[in-house]
């Protein structure tokens, strides 16, 4: 498959198709809509990298991430640069902003740069494309989303041990009314958060729960924080899908002169440095980000005898952070 044959599929010409490939913003609309079609129904993988690869093989890992305005994902992406440059690889790496399109755009080109790996550490994975990452044979490393398979490894986080953590300290100090403030939460590993927080407060009888959502950024949180209390609601605690979004919901209740953690306790979870260092100081679960970095780049590195990656799940337990934005439920008159 070729540039020419979507040009034709698409009744456009090859430097259109190259304008969309390299997301030049001069393509119309409807015309960026054409190209595209022709290249899923093609499955079209440019070859981006044919010449300086001629006799010899790739030494570029490819990272796709959702969000790059969440240090969560800079800070993998980090330790897979520099370990990979460490080796003698360089890294590219693309951000969806969980728009699903974007993502099936980005392994595209990934696969047309003939990379030697993949990370994906993203949450907007479809089956179909996970399918044709697999049939690609470029060894892919997932974060979070599907299951293990020829030259596909997995790496996941047991989130439900970590929300447990959570709602137990919580209910320990005395809270019954718990808010969850997500995002996106038809994803997978947004959405086992949610339902992580959903399933521990049904085993406890006491505890109720309402949520809100919104963007994955800090003004997301504080929008979330606005719709769960807009109707009058006043949970004694907030449970934050990730830090960022937590100091979003420290901004909005200190506007409202709701003093944390005196009057309503919140958490996060990620633990990323942010969560350190806003006031006040986040209780959340710790997730290793440097040593998932560590191990994304293993298993994408060849390896003498055998394939780069192998059929594995690896999976990892976070830790409970206990800081200053969590306290006793208030006593009610």
Known sequence: MNLEQVARRAKVSTATVSRVLN??????GSTRARVVKAIEELKYHPNLHARSLAGGKSRTIGVIVSNLENPFFFDIYKVIESDAHARGYEVVMANTDYRPEQLV??????????VAGLAMIVSEMAPELMEELRDSRVPVVFYDVGAPRANLTSIRVNYRRGIDKVVDYLHSLGHRRVGFVGHHSILGPINERMKAVMDAVARIPTLEV???ADADTMEGGRHAARLLLAD???PTAIVSVNDVM???VLRELRERGIRVP?????TGFDNVKLSEFCYPALT????PREQIGHIICESLMPKAGKSAVAETEIMIDPDFVLRDSTGPAPVEG
């Not at 755009?105 to 003939?114: A, E, W």
């Not at 959340?284 to 997730?287: C, D, G, Q, R, W």
């Open 105 to 114: 755009t980005s392994v595209r080109l990934m696969i047309g740069r003939r």
């Open 262 to 266: 005196q009057d309503m306790s919140v």
């Open 284 to 287: 959340t679960v710790h997730i």
């Open 246 to 248: 937590a100091v979003g």
């Open 210 to 212: 309402r949520t809100a």
């Open 23 to 28: 997301n030049a913003s001069v393509v119309k």
């Open 232 to 234: 009058g609601y006043r």
